[in-house]
């Protein structure tokens, strides 16, 4: 049994400091760019509030509802298939393989630190081969970084929830948001701001194809830490009592807030130096170092304030994306907090070192199947996969399985005239987006 809970701001942060990490900073403003910028913008808004939202509350619902690990509270929640419904719970093996290439990224990001304290590339094509020097050519630097967020992250979860997860996050989300904000400030005093503008909210829907809807799916789940046990685990140690559609609301604000205040930042710098901003999953690790030499030393200066940005946004999701099962260990086979982190540590440090020999020259080639090599495929399958089809198990779960009375009897106080439109989109809209999205993205439609 849980004995440990958050306090009403510590859920919020936390829950939001796992929402916010790398697919806000890192991945949203390069897809953005990728689709074309405002039409794609205004379909990820849509998806977040119409799918995203309502996910949000069902996932929080069953954590609050089963106040144990993913796994025992879907069975708990389901005494009568409990045998079937439990694999529901497994969803949160999504985010240890996530943390395979996670923690990867991290240790890049860790790596920038550093080196933007010494030098910056004075041009995108050095930048370039900085980058790629560092991905296929030196493992051991890419081990060491990678190691040292296996450390921090290992660590925080041994503290526990209060003491670790909590705490990381009551220092490292509002040190975030200053940092975020004070250079979306600087961002608004330059010329090209309006043009960053009207990139994001300026739609031209001829740039938009049946593809970015899925794109705007996926990745609305991916950064709402949806489908994956996280919110779900941590929704377990909510106090009783606790609004529900306040915490949701919260979270996804939060997450959606961030979002677009890095993408405007990073479009407003882009363009004001001369960059173009389809610049793919290299938008933050070329395009912005060459683009903070530009700034002088004040560029300095923002490079290192952002990548510790980034990390810290990085670190406070890979707690939660570890925790489930850290959290399934304890309860399920009784194992200590420091027994159940260490091997879910290892797990991800054991594969993300394959993910880093997966991008290295004289390896990459034996690491790589149909095309994707195994960074890739990791990253596709959790994304296109395993996401998805937590969402789409959740919506089923509350929608179906749990009785409406119960449902109702905690929601409807809260939600109102809007719990039938939200009951309906969990059982109807949203399976169906989740099922087209998931046959699209394994290539069957
Ligand atoms: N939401 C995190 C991000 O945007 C990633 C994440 C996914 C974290 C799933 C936890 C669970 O980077």
């Known amino acids: 049994m849980k004995i440990e809970r958050f306090t009403k701001l510590g859920f919020i942060l936390a829950a939001a400091g796992s929402a916010v990490g790398l697919g806000n900073i890192w991945k949203f403003p390069y897809i953005t760019g990728e689709n074309g910028g405002g039409a794609f913008v205004i379909i990820y808004l849509l998806t977040v509030l119409l799918i995203g939202f309502s996910i949000m509350i069902a996932e929080i619902l069953i954590g609050y509802m089963g106040r144990l690990d993913t796994v025992s509270s879907f069975e708990v929640l389901a005494p009568k298939n ?39 590339p004075s041009t995108v094509e050095e930048a370039e081969s900085i980058f790629s020097n560092m991905l296929h050519t030196e493992f051991l630097t890419q081990l060491l970084y990678h190691t040292l967020a296996f450390f921090w992250i290992t660590y925080v979860l041994n503290k526990g929830l209060k003491g670790g997860i909590e705490k990381m996050n009551m220092f490292l989300m509002p040190a975030l948001m200053i940092i975020l ?11 090209a701001f309006s043009q960053a503008f009207e990139f994001m909210f300026y739609p031209d829907w001829s740039k938009i194809d049946s593809g970015a809807f899925v794109v705007a799916v996926g990745h609305a789940f991916f950064t709402l830490s949806l489908g994956m046990g996280a919110i779900m685990t941590y929704s377990a140690s909510l106090e009783k009592n ?31 130096y001369g960059s ?24 300095n200066f923002f490079s290192i304030i952002f990548f510790i940005a980034l990390a810290f946004a990085g670190l406070t999701s890979s ?13 399920r086979f009784r194992w200590s907090r420091l027994k159940a982190s260490i091997s879910m540590g290892m797990f991800f440090w054991l594969f993300g070192i394959v993910a880093i020999l997966s991008n290295i020259d004289g ?13 890739d495929w990791v990253d596709y399958v959790t994304a296109a996969i395993m996401l998805p089809l937590g969402g789409l198990v959740m919506a089923i779960f509350v929608g179906f399985i749990i009785p409406k009375s119960q449902v109702e009897s905690i929601l409807k106080p809260q939600l109102k005239w809007a719990f039938a439109p939200w009951y309906f989109s969990l059982r109807y809209l949203t399976p169906i987006a989740m099922f087209i999205v998931m046959l699209s993205l394994v290539g069957i439609i």
């Open 276 to 299: 173009i901003p389809s610049k793919g999953p290299g938008l933050v690790f070329i395009s912005l170092p060459a683009v903070f030499y530009e700034m002088g030393v004040l560029g």
């Open 363 to 375: 390896f990459k080639e034996s690491l790589a199947w149909g095309g994707k090599n195994f960074f």
């Open 181 to 191: 904000l004070g250079m979306f400030s600087y961002a608004t005093t330059l010329g």
């Open 242 to 272: 606790s609004n529900i559609l306040k915490n949701a609301f919260w979270v996804v604000l939060l997450d959606t807030s961030i979002a677009i205040i890095a993408g405007l930042m990073l479009f407003t710098f882009l363009y004001e």
């Open 319 to 331: 707690v939660s994306l570890v925790e489930p099962m850290v959290q399934y260990f304890i309860d």
């Open 82 to 120: 409990k045998n079937i419904w439990k694999f529901g719970g497994f969803q949160g093996l999504a985010g240890l393989f996530i943390m395979i290439f996670y923690s990867v990224v991290i240790g890049w990001i860790f790596n920038y630190i550093v080196t933007s304290i010494t030098s910056l």
